[in-house]
């Protein structure tokens, strides 16, 4: 299977500050990428679809100016979780689309506090 | 609008045995169904998928059933390890021509293989 690298692993930040997070495809070019969010014990939902050089299209509910999604590459899309708060404490995961197959990072845990 | 419908929400299983999640879908344009492997403060791991063109799909131990009249598809996990233990997630997509969409995922089976 293809590799996807998410990094950092885990997070944990202030209340206010922004924080970043990578996510490559290590061996194919992903024209699309997905940004989920899963809190303990549910299933994953998917926040943003992230296509290089375009903006990203965001799910209904999310907010596009505190999720940033910027896929400046075939190998790498960013999320940046502006203004943090506790609330958006969570692990998020992305997925790089190869085909119709998604490979998924190995996530990032992100504690507000 | 829950758009795939997974169960049970758990599963305990003795080893040895077979394993059978389910998860049923709305959406008639879905075309492409994936089961994920998850593992505590891990992302998901691709196990197996299926497209709607076959009724069958066989790999290792993991085969998925599909039934497109009933929109319905099951995950059959044989001679179940204590290693599967995992949480499993079904999943549908479209494939629109130029990308995969996004998945949309069920809530998950969390399997238990008893020793």
């Known amino acids: 299977g293809a590799v996807v690298s998410q990094h950092p692993s885990w997070v944990i930040c202030k209340s206010g500050t922004s924080v970043k997070i990578e996510c490559r495809s290590l061996d194919f070019q992903a024209t699309t990428m997905f940004w989920y969010r899963q809190f303990p014990k549910q299933s994953l939902m998917l926040m943003a679809t992230s296509n290089e050089g375009s903006k990203a299209t965001y799910e209904q509910g999310v907010e596009k100016d505190k999720f940033l999604i910027n896929h400046a590459s075939l190998t790498l899309s960013t999320l940046t979780v502006t203004s943090a708060h506790p609330e958006d404490s969570s692990f998020y995961i992305c997925?790089?689309?190869?085909?119709?197959?998604?490979?998924f990072g190995q996530g990032t845990r992100l504690t507000v506090v | 609008q829950q758009q795939v419908k997974q169960s049970p929400q758990s599963l305990i299983v003795q080893k040895g045995g077979i394993s059978i999640i389910n998860c049923a879908y709305e959406?008639?344009?879905?075309?492409?169904f994936p089961w994920y492997q998850q593992f505590p403060g891990k992302g998901p791991a691709l196990l197996i998928a299926?497209?709607?063109?076959?009724s069958e799909k066989k790999e290792g131990r993991f085969t998925i059933s599909f039934n497109k009249s009933a929109k319905q598809f099951s995950l059959h996990i044989m001679d179940s390890q204590p290693g599967d233990s995992a949480t499993y997630f079904c999943?549908?997509?479209?494939?629109?021509?130029?990308?995969?969409?996004?998945?949309?995922f069920g809530k998950g089976t969390h399997l238990i293989i008893q020793p």
């Open positions: 299926i497209r709607p063109d076959v």
């Open positions: 959406n008639t344009a879905f075309d492409y």
């Open positions: 999943a549908a997509s479209m494939y629109s021509g130029g990308g995969a969409d996004g998945l949309t």
């Open positions: 997925s790089a689309a190869r085909g119709t197959e998604a490979f």
